[in-house]
């Protein structure tokens, strides 16, 4: 029952994004945009060849991606909240879960596409894979994982924060430092000592190893096993902390 | 029916330390339709809110076609309908997936959802916009679609928070003919409103409250005779006789001061003889009219001498009770 009620509210959800051009071509386009402007005007600089920093970039690109995309999650869950659609929702017979738990499931829909849309891009400018068959089942499912964990951040924020203005902000903030200040777009080697302590305990950064090592052929097990740590650390407290402010506010 | 179809004893709620309702006791009939009035802040939309299992009552019981709405919610939720203040329905959808959305959260199969859908749409005059997103809908076809929504499982008690604020007159008769076919039909219909004259048009029982007391209740009718007396109404043949058959009727015995309004005046009267004096104090006065009459107070004028103070509207900027914002 919950379940088919979830798959209900996800497919309302998907509609939304099905329905909206604009939509449509953000969750399309600026995983493109970013991959061309970070390749061709970073990589010679950072890499010496636009080719050798395509490969680097590019497992960070998607974490990146990830992040940024599911600041939809928290617009979304803020917006049903400013209407009273809420209160309808709440009024009949079906599980409370199921409307976070819908709206995370049409999102991590939508950081898939994303995800296939910045590879497929990538491989056509010359990406090349290394991880083989496993390297890549395992990059798949961390991405969903991933997708999963973002999505319960960001839904908190979209039912902790009241205005969609401040859901915006908060989401920029968060997901901007986070990602810039981790190994996810630049080696970590050239920052000063301070920011490269932080770097180290950035989950971004172990997200961001933990796709290179898959895609790239590197080392795998531990930063994988970080990453599942803080995907399930972050479900865990995120999911939660999300549902019982639900339930608070609703 | 013996078993009401809403039952509540003694409801008590506080927001943030502030009294909204003191032990309300409410019961109406299955295919009543009962409407609930007061001033902003009053706590109707507590009463609903509570009832809807949207929010729950500090203290007292509260039933809904005998179902508890604390202890069993989603037991209530299965026998409800909820039309609020503000058309609860998804905006970026269309007005058929909206009710196919909430068909299948209901826990209808595909195929039932998509035929209830159309015969609500139908019903509810939608069937040609029904493709259309609804944000490119007018106010009233919104509020007739959020209507709809809230009769997808076919409810039993159905809430109408003030269901027609906002609308213009045409959708506004439009809502009231649905409601009372609804009630026509069985459902049990708790309205509550602002205006006066959308009680006093569709419910058959009327509760006055104020600040989360109840201060009347009995039919329209029986809440205007509690206003004390009735309603003279005079139109002077000319214009300029105004304030001269307002001198007249002002020395009638037993009568309020007369209130000029647009050519009429009105005055409160003891009971029907004064039409007889008025008649005859008018005539010897030498001032023709054209129209005399007396009728009981409306609602509005009982409502101002119940609470001492008039239907507000002016302070609808103030905080909703309750709401989630």
Known sequence: ?250 | MDRPAIRTEGLTKSFCAKRVLSGLDLEIAAGTIFGLLGPNGAGKTTVVRILATLVRPDSGRAYVLGRDVVSQPQRVREVIGLTGQYAAVDNQISARENLYMIGRLLGLRPRAARARSSQLLDAFGLADAAASKVKDYSGGMRRRLDLAASLVGEPGVLFLDEPTTGLDLASRNQLWDMIRDLAADGTAVLLTTQYLEEADRLAGQVMVIDHGVTVAQGSPAELKSLAGGQVLEVRPLRPGDLAAAASVLGKLAGTSRPIPEGGLLTVQVPDEAAVTAAARSLDSAGVPVSHLAVRLPSLDEAFLSITGHHADVCETGAPLEGSAR
């Not at chain 1, 915006?168 to 050239?190: E, K």
Request: aromatic residues 10%; charged residues 10%.
């Open chain 1, 1 to 250: 029952m919950t379940l088919s009620q979830t798959g209900v509210m996800a497919r309302r959800n998907l509609l939304h994004v099905l329905s909206d051009p604009q939509q449509m071509i953000g969750m399309s386009v600026q995983p493109l945009m970013f991959l061309l402007l970070f390749v061709y005007v970073f990589g010679g600089a950072i890499s010496g060849s636009t080719r050798q920093y395509l490969q680097f970039v590019l497992p960070g690109l998607i974490v990146q991606g990830i992040g940024f995309g599911t600041t939809q999650t928290a617009l979304g869950l803020n917006a049903d909240f400013q209407r009273g659609l809420i209160d309808r929702f709440r009024s009949l017979p079906m599980a409370r879960s199921a409307v976070v738990a819908g709206r995370v499931t049409a999102d991590i829909a939508r950081t898939a596409w994303s995800s296939l849309i910045i590879v497929g891009a990538a491989a056509v400018l010359g990406f090349r894979f290394h991880g083989g068959l496993p390297g890549a089942l395992g990059a798949a499912g961390l991405v969903l994982a991933l997708g999963v964990a973002m999505c319960w951040v960001m839904a908190f924020l979209g039912v902790w924060l009241r205005s969609p203005e401040s859901v915006q902000a908060a989401g920029f903030m968060v997901i901007m430092p986070l990602t810039f200040a981790s190994s996810a777009l630049v080696p970590a080697a050239s920052m000063p000592g301070w920011l490269q302590a932080f770097v180290k305990v950035n989950p971004i950064t172990i997200f961001a190893d933990a796709m290179r090592g898959l895609m790239l052929g590197g080392p795998v097990a531990i930063p994988v096993l970080q990453a599942v740590a803080w995907i399930v650390g972050l479900s865990a407290l995120f999911g939660a902390l999300t549902v019982s402010w639900y339930r608070r506010r609703a």
